[in-house]
């Protein structure tokens, strides 16, 4: 005998309320994409897929969407090459297809991402690991989809105080001048590099990817580390350690001038991306002087930042 059981899911709620994400988090899959003779990359990423709800509906069909996402990735590995936000937007077209009811579809992806770069003096090589992310939202207007999708990355660098360090040069400056004339001590002032308190940078960038066009998440990395004092290697010689604090307190920056940063690489680096493009940048110091963090974040359009930079000029 057969037994057939009920849709729950799709009885009337008891408080009918339009809900604007209903999914699942944390969904892991292993994803290995071929890059022909090169060495093949291997995510682990973690998927979080919603839609949303009608009010005249209990609840979606949650199976749908882990279902969704495998169907997607197995399809994709078969190929030699694809780019995640891709993937992510794949995703939201399964998803729109399963859950009819849906208006809206949402699918974010977070994988740890290995990079090989070279420490700054020894030019040893290093595994240097790094977040990134990615993003597709789907609309169902009439009987088509449209979906935008973006990629970006989180990268852990180094910042160093200016305002600290100001603070530090003025105060040797004045013990200078008690045994030194005002020209001897510019000269001091001028060659030595003054101490100052350090954080711990983490940089994130996200920037959507129109139709037609393509945005490495490498240049995003790139982007991410030079708008910092300094980037960070996890195999550092005393060279290279000295060459890395060295360089950062040669280029002091607050949370705020990491920002500023990113954002004029971002210009300089895809002014050929359409005006409407979304962009995301963000970063968070860890302070190592203070108990709490600091936190810069600007959110625009790439229309908005190239007129707010030439507005400035």
């Known amino acids: ?18 809900l604007t994400r209903v999914g699942v988090t944390g969904v892991k899959k292993l994803l290995k994409i071929e890059r022909g003779q090169k060495r093949p990359i291997v995510l682990i990423p973690t998927f979080d897929a919603f839609v949303d709800l009608p009010s005249d509906q209990r609840g979606i069909h949650m199976s749908r969407s882990p279902e969704a996402i495998s169907e997607v990735v197995e399809e994709v590995v078969t190929k030699n090459a694809v780019e995640v936000e891709s993937l992510c937007a794949e995703i939201v077209k399964s998803m729109m297809e399963k859950h009819k009811y849906a208006k809206m ?22 595994q240097e690991m790094t977040k990134i992310v990615a993003r597709a939202v789907g609309y169902r207007e009439d009987e088509e989809v449209k979906i935008r999708k973006s990629i970006g990355a989180e990268v852990i660098g180094m910042t160093v105080c200016p305002c600290a360090q100001e603070s530090v040069m003025e105060a040797d400056r004045a013990k200078l001048l008690e045994f030194l004339d005002e020209e001897t001590t510019q000269k001091v002032v001028d060659t030595v590099t003054f ?12 920037i959507e990817v129109p139709e037609h066009h393509t945005v490495r998440g490498e240049d995003i990395i790139q982007i991410i580390e030079e708008s910092m004092s300094s980037s960070v290697c996890e195999l550092l010689k005393r060279p290279d350690e000295n060459a890395i604090v060295m360089q950062a307190h040669k280029k002091p920056g607050f949370v705020e001038d990491c920002v500023r940063n990113m954002v ?33 974040e600007k959110i625009a359009t790439l229309g908005e930042l190239k007129g707010e930079i030439e507005e400035s000029k």
Do not use: W
């Not at 101490?195 to 996200?206: C, E, L, P, Y």
């Open 1 to 18: 005998m057969v037994v057939c059981f009920p849709d729950t899911q799709d009885k009337m709620p008891r408080i009918p309320v339009h």
């Open 105 to 126: 579809a949402e699918v974010q992806m977070f994988s740890d991402f290995m990079f090989i770069k070279k420490s700054p003096v020894t030019e040893n090589s290093t």
């Open 195 to 206: 101490a100052s308190h350090n954080q711990r940078g983490i940089g994130t960038v996200i």
């Open 264 to 296: 004029e690489k971002i210009i300089q680096n895809y002014s050929y991306l359409p005006d409407d493009t979304l962009v995301t940048v963000r970063q968070v110091n860890e302070e190592s002087i203070h108990r709490h963090n600091a936190f810069a």
